[in-house]
């Protein structure tokens, strides 16, 4: 249970995180990658792929090797299981329902799918949020993330990933909020040009003489085989005016190139920093590669290390505008020139054919001299696809283009992200504390490359309901620093309850706001806090035998932030635990904080075992705060209506008047009625002894009792004794009162 100090007064003022926004929502358990743990069998998701990104799907054991934390395991088999096999093996599941064999931990390869809008405008925008949609409605399988992005100097996320459908849906109808330009698309009838010149046609005089020439500005004109229908003007002045926007184009065709080629890099880096394996489905009107090989080969190598595989969509979809159509339209203009050298070589008089510039003329000499120009130019600006396909393919995937028919493509990306091995072995060391155990594959082939998880927290099997949060996952590694963390600090304590075979553990926490990072949002007039807290119970040995943890997201008004900031955030966890000593070390991270910012505490505790009359744990009370939800029915800290926070620090002032709150546990076959002695030490000194009888028990069999606390100053001991027949059990409390 968490809550502010002034819980009744910001109960009407502080969003929980459910109605923040869908950023908040934590992944769902059925969806998130698995990293459940088991007593002794570990079954690993292993991708490999060749040195293009390909997967590579004929290995058999003795090519693989499996090392955690550099010991060799010995595998026990390795399984392919295809795209259309894993839809029916949800994360989380058992491999096997035969009898008697205990669940392996499925480490399930990280799947992250990056939706990337590039290059888009009004119309090729709708054709790729309906793709994507698409997608999301018939592909989305267990243990695939999808987040979307929009790419342009840099990658943008629009949505974070997530494996909810619904949530995804929306996320892609309104991605986009507005339109930009893209040159590319901005000039669809500039692509189907050729530079504007003026060409010298030659024509013959009667009698076969040659009668001079005529000055026509042709080939800035549209080309309607590739828009056909088009309701275009070609007259001299129009097709003049696209000619100047294709020489302008040329010009700066190579900044062009080199922007996108750049945009490519940047989205890389980006997705670099995230694990696993990242598939992009990138929905872009054309990619303009500048035509030199070995940049798009460095461009290649860096989107293939990074662990990136690219599947390409055309977004103009089945269109009788596709750049293809425009680099054969420009391939045509270079064969036209092609032709008539070699009819000038052949002697033909082109004059008479009509079919280009006089031979020696300053146009026709012109069109030869730019002729490698026109080609290089067809290819490298005209076809944009050409550089999609290029990417696509060099990295693992495939480009699809000049269809609205998606069905088939997305079916076999489906099946790529699920496709792998599944590696399963015995794991050498028996030790769960919850260390993060390093896993390390080495192939048979350097060529090839293996995709699989880092490695695992071993946890013991039972403790971890469903999949480790992002949150809690942070907070393992941060336990596992050889030197943790402490940035701020923040407060716990454990108490014992209801002593036995499984005795009742409260352990507290108060977060005190004031430490914590709090983003301020002008727009919307409040301050954001995000906390994560996150613990972990170890026994005597160091096994792990609980977690817990709450991830703690609230806005707050502005003009009620310093009241907020002034209070502590209390957060318990009960819980039931064998007689025995036990740790409990936590970690809570600041999210707001623009650097990593993290503390940590350890409180340890006994587990006491049965007595015949049982006794709890002594808690000096700081505060008695009206309860504002309806407590667990079995929670040791509410007495009556009241939520009891204890203080957390053994230092009083002189003027302090705290309480002492306690719980007896009667023995039912002692007939006498219990009663406690009080005693106050000071400086080890008894200066004060009573005994007093105790209410009748509640339904329970419990008697809680709160009281007002005698002090003095000097070094403080309250002990209790409950006393019942013969029977009795003492337990003690110390604490620090200042001087006058």
Known sequence: MSKFNAAAMLAALILPASQIGAQSTPPNPQSAPAIHTTVNEVVLDLVVRDQKGRLVKNLTPADVDIYEDGVRQKIKSLKLVSGEEAPAQPAGEPLSDAPGRPMPMPLRDLNLVCIVFHGLDAHTKKWAVDAAQEYIKTQLRPGAWVGVFNLDAKLTPLYPFSTNRAELLRAADNAFFGSTLDITRAADAVLNATPNLQLIVGFAAPGGRSGGALDKS??????????????????????????????????????????????????????????????????????????????????????????????????????????????????????????QQGQAVAGIN?????????????????????????????????????????????TGGFLVANSNDLRKPFQQIGGDVQTHYEVDYNPASDKYNGHFRKIEVKLARADFRAETRDGYFAIPEGVVSGSLRPFEIAGLMTLNLETRPHAFEFHSAAFEYRPGAASQAAVVFELPAAVLTAAAQPERKKHR?????????????????????????????????????????????????????????SVLLDREAPPFRASTSVVEFDSPAEKSVGLSSLMLVARADQLTEEPEADDPLVFKDRELVPMFTGSLEASAKPMLYFVVYPDKSISEAPRVRVQLLVNGEEVEQKQSDLPAPDSSGAIPVLVNAATKPGNCEIKITAVQGFESTTRSVTFTVQGQ
């Not at 006089?358 to 067809?378: F, H, I, K, P, V």
């Not at 005597?540 to 943890?549: C, L, N, R, S, Y």
């Open 218 to 339: 042709t080939t800035g004109s549209v080309s309607m085989t590739a828009i056909t229908g088009a309701d275009v003007d070609n007259s001299p002045a129009s097709n003049s005016q696209r000619g100047d926007l294709v020489i302008e184009r040329q010009q700066f065709i190579g900044v062009e190139s080199a922007r996108q080629m750049d945009q490519i890099k940047a989205m890389v880096r980006q997705l670099g920093i995230f694990p696993g394996h990242k598939t992009v489905l990138l929905f872009s009107s054309g990619l303009t590669t500048g035509g030199d090989p070995e940049q798009f080969q460095a461009m290649v190598n860096k989107v293939v290390a990074a662990n990136v595989s690219i599947y390409a969509f055309d977004s103009n979809g089945l269109s009788e505008t596709s750049t293809a159509q425009a680099s054969s339209v420009a391939m045509q203009g270079v064969a036209s020139l092609s032709q």
């Open 350 to 394: 082109t004059t008479a054919l009509n079919v280009g510039p006089a031979t020696g003329s300053a146009g026709y000499e012109m069109g030869l001299a730019r002729q490698g120009d026109y080609q290089n130019n067809a290819v490298r600006t005209s076809d944009t696809q050409a550089g999609l396909r290029s990417l696509a393919e060099d």
């Open 529 to 585: 806090l995000h906390a994560s807290l996150f613990a972990v119970v170890k026994d005597a040995g160091g096994q792990i035998v609980d977690t817990f943890g709450k991830d703690f997201l609230y806005e707050v008004p502005d003009d009620q932030w310093a009241g907020v900031e002034a209070g502590p955030i209390d957060y318990r966890h009960v819980f039931n635990l064998p007689p025995g000593h036990y740790n409990v070390e």
